[in-house]
């Protein structure tokens, strides 16, 4: 693949992801959409044939409700089942995963039954707020896993392991000291020379200057993001400039190097960027379903008692 | 692999060596990402656990777990749930068992303050208070319940009437599934196909509804009558209170009496003409009649006799020749009377007025029958019992208030052109479902927008002797068992 450090090694706009939502998944739709018409043909002729319509506190009612209160358990097992490789007798990865999907989206329709199209009382509410969100995270992921893998493939042309990246920022940076080092001496701690005879607009003092406020910080971590640097183009120009300066000897290859460092910096930085995007809703999505476990188990229990 | 990470001197694609540019106990320091996925389900384990704790043993929560409120009516019961939830685990039984009848509340504690009979002595079974009555819906009226649970046995009566059972057999019910419209919608009113009214009282609603007024009686001005000034609702606005003679008749149609005979002197002739001024009673309810009428008559010739005994005293002679045309004088060979033969005279003369007299009794009241007639010894005329309706339709509950924006002849158009007794006017269905039309413009037409599932509110027997302690806690006297209502009782 052809990369572009000007451009942070993206190439043009054109790729063909590979979906995580395909024909492979035809059978697991065709599932959900049966299964979801029969609760739909159920709930309609149970409120049309019952006298004060449909109740979740029916006995028909209450087994909507298990229904969706087990598909929710099913999807949440997905997480236990990742922790616990020993099950994987239950089912490969992926089945749980379509699993996942396909029947916590049912779930919705099934619990929205179950409540005979009533918001009921503060907890039932919060109970609604929480399973919304949390089916809507879920989407929001399914979505952004459908996408942003393929993104990171493209746009990322050197992935590192994320966890990796602050270790790489470390070396990348000692990298980019020890080739400043090479151009302008050992480094005594003041950008600006503090030796009389220096002048502080040679070549190595604008090149040290330059380097310890712009690109230094730039190389480290976390990653700047309002940094100018991140701009593709700019450092190209500041080099530029610094190498058209009297040197009296060749710096193009060192400052090309240094270009280099910094555009990988630049890739590490949108990868981390599309790594949260394709990891960061989790934090939503997983907490919102541990609350809405432990407030359906909640509601549950009151509604059986009452 | 990162491009500044291969070795460049040995011009090949791979590094150094691994651990030269991977940390390789990297999965011992997680990134924030990381440590958060793990840190933040926990937090909110724990926390809405805690939550739900809290809120579940802190008093004063209970609010949170219902579905709604509880009716207006129930207010006091929001944050007692025993009070009404009497079976534990109700709704889990119900699970169990498949069984809807299942409820944790139990008819007990519905029975507790409310006297909830059955619906009708012949219906098969009995269902649960609550089957109908569906609490937790916000403050609603509980008794409004929806069709269906009307419908559920009213779509198909034989199969919810036991035949075996006494009771209003010989009432045409038919199966209803709306009131417009459908497969079976609402009958005609029965009184609509069956106009009998048993009233006796002899009453020209043309006459009375003359738009040139009538006379008023004792002067000659005329009054156009109004349906109000007539028939009034009661405290409750719902239905017309009873016509009653004193208050509605009198001023119109008074029970003339006069002191009959010369009175000579002249302050007994002005009580006298005080005491034709006021008309005879009219007996006032049902347990009065004709010897009241009588009695308190006596009573007033007697009360007019002991203050001025001139008119029982030795008559003139010209007086004594002249004896009242036609009529047998008790005290004749006699020149003196006492008080009480002259009341009697005056009283037998002024009933033969009031009961034989065209404007007497016979104006309104029919004759009995002759069989009822008292004997030959005792020629006081007997008549009917009025049998007034006092209520026209009494399967419905009906609201003459919030109804007061109508003219009265929109519904009881015939009301202007009765001239006889036997004139039904009351409305039909059609004059209903004008206003009670199904569109979003009309009134409702929901069952019990006129009907009432338990008897009328008088009939029950509900518990009035609750201390205030018991009543806020819903603990009312023991529950009575549910009785079928007597077909009398409506």
Same mark, same amino acid.
């Given at each position: 693949m052809r990369t572009s450090p000007a451009h942070g090694g993206i190439v043009g706009s054109r790729w063909s992801p590979s979906l995580l939502i395909d024909s492979r998944q035809k059978g697991w739709f065709l599932a959900t959409v049966a299964l979801g018409l029969l609760a739909t043909i159920l709930y309609v002729w149970y409120d049309s044939t019952t006298p004060g319509g449909f109740t979740g506190g029916s006995v028909i009612g209450m087994w909507y409700g298990i229904v969706g209160s087990g598909l929710m358990i099913y999807a949440g097992l997905l997480s236990a089942l990742r922790k616990v490789p020993s099950l994987w007798w239950l089912g490969s990865r992926k089945v749980w995963l379509k699993g996942h999907i396909w029947l916590g989206l049912l779930s919705q329709l099934v619990i929205l039954f179950h409540s005979g199209f009533h918001w009921g009382g503060p907890l039932e509410q919060v109970l609604w707020v929480v399973l919304t969100l949390t089916i809507a995270t879920g989407i929001f992921g399914l979505v952004a896993q459908q996408f942003v893998p393929a993104m990171i493939t493209q746009r990322i042309t050197n992935e590192v392991p994320y966890e990796q990246i602050p270790q790489f920022c470390a070396q990348i940076r000692r990298k980019a000291d020890a080739l400043v080092d090479s151009l302008c001496g050992p480094f005594d701690g003041a950008v600006e020379p503090t030796n009389g005879d220096a002048d502080p607009g040679s070549p190595r003092a604008q090149l040290r200057r330059y380097f310890e406020n712009e690109v230094r910080p730039f190389l480290g971590e976390p990653y700047p993001s309002r940094s100018p640097l991140t701009t593709p183009g700019a450092l190209e120009a500041e080099l530029a400039t610094i190498s058209a300066l009297?040197? &009296? #000897? =060749?710096v193009e290859g060192s400052l090309w190097s240094l270009r280099s460092l910094c555009d990988e910096r630049r890739l590490l930085g949108e990868q981390e960027r599309l790594h949260h995007w394709l990891h960061g809703w989790l934090l939503i999505h997983i907490p919102l379903s541990v609350a809405l476990l432990v407030l359906g188990l909640a509601h549950a229990v009151l509604s059986l008692y009452y | 692999m990162l491009p500044s990470q291969r070795d460049l001197r040995s011009a090949s694609e791979y590094p150094k060596s691994l651990s030269s540019w991977l940390e390789l106990d990297y999965f011992r320091r997680p990134r924030r990402l990381r440590r958060l996925r793990r840190l933040v389900p926990w937090t909110v384990l724990l926390l809405s656990t805690g939550l739900i704790a809290a809120l579940t043993w /802190? &008093? @004063?929560?209970?609010r949170i777990y219902q579905a709604d409120s509880v009716s207006t009516a129930h207010a006091i019961f929001n944050e007692d749930c025993e009070a009404c939830h009497n079976a534990s685990f109700g709704t889990a039984k119900r699970l169990l068992r498949g069984n809807n009848e299942l409820r944790s509340v139990t008819d007990e504690a519905c029975l507790r303050c409310h006297a909830g009979d059955a619906h009708h002595v012949r219906q098969v079974g009995q269902s649960a208070c609550v089957k109908c009555h569906h609490e937790h819906r916000g403050r609603i009226a509980m008794a409004r319940v929806e069709d269906g649970h009307c419908i559920a046995c009213h779509t198909d009566l034989t199969r919810h009437t036991d035949a075996t059972k006494p009771g209003d057999a010989d009432r045409p019910f038919r199966d209803v599934? #709306?009131? /417009? @419209? @459908? +497969?079976?919608p609402h009958p005609r009113f029965f009184l609509t196909d069956n106009p009998q009214d048993e009233g006796t009282i002899r009453f020209n609603h043309e006459a009375h509804m003359n738009p040139k007024g009538l006379l008023v009686a004792g002067s000659l001005e005329r009054k156009q009558l109004r349906c109000t000034d007539c028939h009034q609702t009661d405290d409750a606005g719902r239905y017309m209170k009873p016509i009653r003679y004193q208050k509605h008749c009198r001023d119109c149609h008074p029970l003339n009496v006069r002191v009959f005979g010369t009175i000579d002197e002249i302050e007994a002739q002005e009580e006298a003409d005080r005491f034709r001024a006021e008309p005879a009673s009219h007996p006032? =309810?049902? @347990?009065?009649?004709l010897d009241t009428v009588r009695a308190v008559l006596r009573d007033r010739f007697l009360q007019f006799a002991y203050q001025y005994p001139s008119v029982h005293a030795p008559r003139s002679r010209t007086e004594a020749e002249s004896p009242i045309p036609g009529r047998s004088d008790p005290d004749s060979g006699s020149t003196t009377r006492s008080a009480a033969d002259w009341a009697e005279q005056q009283l037998r003369e002024n009933t033969r007025m009031l009961f034989d007299g065209p404007g007497g009794c016979r104006y309104c009241h029919r004759l009995a029958a002759p069989s009822r007639r008292n004997s030959e010894a005792d020629p006081t005329p007997r008549f009917e019992p009025p049998r007034i309706a006092s209520r026209w339709f009494p399967h419905s509950v009906f609201s003459h208030e919030r109804h +007061? #924006?109508? =003219? !009265? +002849?929109? !519904?009881?158009?015939q009301a202007t052109e009765s001239r006889s007794t036997s004139d039904v006017l009351m409305p039909s269905i059609e004059s209903c479902q004008k206003c009670h039309n199904g569109t979003p413009q009309g009134a409702r037409t929901d069952c019990v927008e006129c009907h009432a599932y338990h008897a009328p509110q008088e009939t029950r027997d509900s518990p009035r002797d609750l201390a205030i302690e018991d009543f806020l806690r819903g603990q009312g006297v023991h529950a009575p068992a549910k009785t079928p209502r007597t077909p009398t009782g409506r």
């Open positions: 009297a040197w &009296p #000897s =060749d | /802190l &008093p @004063g929560n209970r599934t #709306s009131f /417009l @419209g @459908g +497969r079976q006032a =309810d049902a @347990g009065e009649g +007061r #924006s109508l =003219d !009265c +002849r929109q !519904c009881h158009a």
